[in-house]
Nanobody, 116 residues
Framework: QVQLVESGGGLVQPGGSLRLSCAASGIKFSIFTANWYRQAPGKQRELAATITSDGNTNYADSVKGRFTISRDNAKNTVFLQMNSLKPEDTAVYYC??????????WGQGTQVTVSS
């Protein structure tokens, strides 16, 4: 049984930082492309950051320069370091694992709220 479990969300003031974690079980996470999506209230889910199995990364323009995605293959975990947070970063953040074939896997989401 495959599980992705996100953690690290919470309430932070504008300009602050959070580090999200996505721990996988039931798959060898390192061979998957890992994505962080986010969904703000009343908006569509959007792709925020991607890391491939080779370690290549890509970011949405809205988070580029502020967010960093990384992975620790020994821990079967992917991270999203979020700095200089803005109120518009408020959303539920979802971890996603995607392989060449087969289904996508999703976590349950973790809430990030940026507010003073």
């Amino acid at each position: 049984q495959v599980q992705l479990v996100e953690s690290g969300g919470g309430l932070v003031q504008p300009g602050g930082s959070l580090r999200l974690s996505c721990a996988a079980s039931g798959i060898k996470f390192s061979i998957f492309t890992a994505n962080w999506y986010r969904q703000a209230p009343g908006k569509q889910r959007e792709l925020a950051a991607t890391i491939t199995s080779d370690g290549n990364t890509n970011y949405a323009d809205s988070v580029k320069g502020r967010f960093t995605i990384s992975r620790d293959n020994a821990k079967n975990t992917v991270f999203l370091q979020m700095n200089s947070l803005k109120p518009e970063d408020t959303a539920v953040y979802y971890c996603n694992a995607k392989f060449i074939v087969g289904p996508d896997y999703w976590g349950q989401g973790t809430q990030v709220t940026v507010s003073s």
